[in-house]
């Protein structure tokens, strides 16, 4: 299971375009220098179940970065 989420993990971030994986590796970058976040339970469930529906939907557009500016303040 671990390694089918990294692949499909993978597969979003080589079409990130450059502005998305800037704000992407940013992110990247602080949740290694922290302990914790500050993310709540709520948010990393719905990012999961966007991207478990996307997975089975791959039709669709994932939209969990549609909106950079809520997700860094999520994330900051």
Same mark, same amino acid.
């Given at each position: 299971?671990?390694?089918a989420? &990294?692949?499909? !993990?993978?597969? @979003?971030? #080589?079409?990130?375009?450059p502005?998305? $994986?800037?704000a992407? &590796? *940013?992110?990247?970058e602080s949740? #290694? /220098?922290? /302990?914790?976040?500050?993310?709540?339970r709520f948010? $990393?469930d719905?990012? !999961?179940? *966007?991207i478990?529906?996307? *997975?089975?939907?791959p &039709? /669709? @557009?994932?939209?969990f970065y549609?909106?950079?500016? #809520?997700? @860094? @303040?999520?994330c &900051?």
């Amino acid at each position: 299971m671990m390694n089918a989420t &990294a692949e499909i !993990l993978k597969s @979003k971030i #080589e079409n990130f375009n450059p502005e998305t $994986l800037e704000a992407f &590796a *940013r992110m990247i970058e602080s949740f #290694e /220098t922290e /302990t914790s976040t500050a993310i709540s339970r709520f948010h $990393l469930d719905e990012i !999961l179940y *966007r991207i478990q529906f996307h *997975r089975e939907n791959p &039709a /669709t @557009k994932l939209d969990f970065y549609k909106n950079i500016t #809520e997700l @860094k @303040k999520y994330c &900051a």
